[in-house]
């Protein structure tokens, strides 16, 4: 069983910052990829970005020079420092992982989601 807990989120206004982050615990035997999506009402869940071990990060356009992916692999944790807030990025976070939990077992994990809401 792999739980991923997110932490952060919340309500800030136009141009300001916020921080997420999300901790993967349970058994694990390693995490390819660590990332985070977002998702409006009636809108399909889309990336926002993702940290992939031999693949590099990827953001979506939308977010690109404003948020930053990091990740800790010794803490299993990924973190997204958000800047430059606007009312477009009020969204559902949702954590995402790609976890092996034995060398031949693996799948996708989602986190609960937390509320980014950016509004004056």
């Known amino acids: 069983q792999v739980q991923l807990v997110e932490s952060g989120g919340g309500l800030v206004q136009p141009g300001g910052s916020l921080g997420l982050s999300c901790a993967a615990s349970?058994?694990?035997?390693?995490?390819?990829?660590m990332g985070w999506y977002r998702q409006v009402p009636g809108k399909q869940r889309e990336l926002v970005a993702l940290?992939?071990?031999?693949?590099?990060?990827n953001y979506a356009d939308s977010v690109k020079g404003r948020f930053t992916i990091s990740r800790d692999n010794v803490r299993n944790t990924v973190y997204l420092q958000m800047n430059s807030l606007e009312p477009e990025d009020t969204a559902v976070y949702y954590c995402?992982?790609?976890?092996?939990?034995?060398?031949?077992?693996?799948?996708?994990?989602w986190g609960q989601g937390t509320q980014v809401t950016v509004s004056s």
């Open positions: 940290t992939n071990i031999g693949a590099g990060t």
């Open positions: 349970g058994s694990i035997f390693s995490i390819n990829a």
């Open positions: 995402y992982a790609y976890i092996h939990t034995t060398p031949l077992d693996w799948g996708r994990c």
